[in-house]
């Protein structure tokens, strides 16, 4: 193990050597050098559970036995590690596993393109293939989205500037943009219950994209596909109702435009079902998977009716789209969670997060909204005494959650920010995560919220409100 002072120097260095654009690396200084399922062992000799899994990467937590004897397999099989999009055992193997998983109606009748490594290499070939089967090149995407940092990814996600997409409303029951929701602990902005109130901005949000479509005097041309994540990831964990996309899926099948769905972070029983579209029963015409489908390495796929496969030899290449390690690695992967039940295990020991950190938002003016699906968690931290905005809550509360995540470090534990003013908590812990694992991770959550609520100071330069009605 490296000393202290190595943890200290290698920090630095890194400091000095790496670009600007550096993330993780700024809010988690962390330098590891072991890891199994959910601890991390840093060089100076810490240990931390770490909820960040790869931003969704890791589906069975660092290093597990069946990845790891996958890869090593293939090593010391002799195969070859880099054959571009050649055939083999691998590849095969991979293929097979994966259309096992898939709804049925796309097992049967779809086409897979392997692309390049990165989840937003998918994504970039989802929109030439739709753009190539139709011959028309707009695109439908949605406010908060994040699907990648390449040109055409980004143009699609929710921080996009300078771009002819047509940026549609996403239903976010806390921030609704039709003002119908805002209050978290269990009454809509307009006087419905919070149930009722989610169900009438998704409604709403619905029909802005019906009409879009619809309506000749729009100004949106009909587009050459719509992509939506069934849960924004980035955007703040915020799941699409399933009404809402069952709605996506039939206004879109009703005006011949393909339904994209991104599914690089909800994919591989994340969200309590193997594939996030499972839960609302919809088949998407094109389904974007990357993360987790690597078991922990490289590896990004679109899967596609074949009636869309149109585009000629060439169209969409890609020097490292036949990673041999991680499609075994992959392939391991989704055969243990299928064989193993850990979309439902997720599904229920997210449900019990869920409901602690909901008892634990009744105790906290502070935590405006919590919200998830299986293992896929977060908490919004908003100002309590800020001016309510025009999406009926209160403003985010950046610097509370930026200090949310540093008590967590120094309690041992890695969360990642998102959302509006980076003001979510996300928890994206393994799927192997165990009871008690789960309960040391809520546990240090609440103590690092308490932390840090007496150490921010609220707008007046007094600390913000610990318990709801009351102040410290």
């Known amino acids: 193990m490296a000393p202290p002072l190595a943890h200290e120097q290698i920090l630095r260095r890194q400091s000095l050597r790496e670009s600007a654009a550096r993330t993780y690396a ?39 036995p069946v990845v790891l004897e996958a890869i090593r397999a293939v090593l010391d099989s002799g195969a070859p590690l880099h054959v571009l999009d050649l055939a083999t055992p691998v590849k095969d193997a991979f293929t097979t596993e994966l259309f ?15 692309c390049g490594p990165a989840g937003t290499d998918a994504v970039e070939a989802a929109l030439t293939l739709v753009r190539t089967a139709t011959g028309r ?7 908060g989205a994040y699907h990648g940092m390449t040109a055409g990814a980004l143009a699609a ?31 809509g902005a307009d006087g419905r219950s919070a149930e009722e109130a989610a169900e009438h ?51 879109t099948a009703a005006h011949d435009v393909p339904l994209i769905v991104d599914e690089v972070q909800t994919g591989v029983g994340r969200t309590g079902a193997f594939w996030a579209v499972d839960h609302s029963g919809i088949v998407p015409d094109v389904l974007v998977l990357s993360k987790a489908i690597g078991g922990s390495l490289p590896l990004a796929v679109i899967v596609y009716r074949e009636e869309l496969d149109t585009w000629r030899p060439g169209a969409h290449a890609g020097t490292f789209r036949g990673n041999q390690l991680a499609m ?8 243990y969670v299928r064989e193993n039940g850990l ?12 409901a602690r950190l909901r008892g634990l938002a009744a105790h906290h003016d502070c935590i405006g909204d919590v919200r998830g699906r299986g293992l896929m968690l977060g908490v919004e931290l908003v ?22 995540q540093q008590q967590c470090l120094d309690r041992g534990l890695i969360v990642e920010l998102g959302g509006r003013g980076a003001a979510v908590v996300r928890l994206l812990p393994p799927l192997t995560l165990t009871d008690e694992q789960a309960d040391a991770v809520l546990d240090r959550l609440a103590d690092a919220i308490a932390a840090a609520v007496s150490a921010t100071p609220g707008p007046t330069g007094s600390p913000l409100p610990t318990m709801r009605g009351t102040t410290p």
Not at 100 to 114: D, I, M, N, S, W
Not at 137 to 143: D, K, T, Y
């Open 26 to 64: 700024r809010s988690l200084p962390v330098v590891p050098v072991r890891a199994r399922g959910l601890t991390i062992e840093g060089a100076d000799g810490r240990r931390y559970l770490d909820c960040l899994s790869g931003a969704g990467t890791l589906a069975l937590g660092h290093n597990h």
């Open 100 to 114: 096992a998983t898939l709804p049925r109606e796309l097992a049967e009748h779809g086409k897979v393109q392997f």
């Open 137 to 143: 090149g707009g695109l439908m995407a949605f406010s």
């Open 157 to 187: 996600s929710g921080g996009a500037r300078d771009t002819s997409v047509t940026r549609l409303p996403y239903p976010y029951a806390y921030r609704c943009p039709f003002g119908t929701g805002g209050r978290g602990a269990g009454e």
């Open 201 to 251: 901005g998704a409604e709403l949000a619905a029909r802005w994209a019906e009409n879009a479509l619809a309506d000749p005097k729009s100004g949106v041309p009909r587009p050459a596909g719509m992509i939506v994540e069934p849960v924004q990831g980035e955007g703040g964990v915020i799941p699409a109702p399933d009404s809402w996309l069952r709605r996506m899926r039939e206004i």
């Open 328 to 335: 075994a690695a992959g392939a391991a992967t989704l055969a």
């Open 343 to 354: 979309a439902a295990h997720a599904a229920e020991l997210g449900a019990r997060m869920l």
């Open 383 to 404: 100002d309590p005494e800020g001016p309510v905005g025009a999406d009926g809550a209160p403003p985010p509360a950046s610097q509370l959650a930026a200090e949310v």
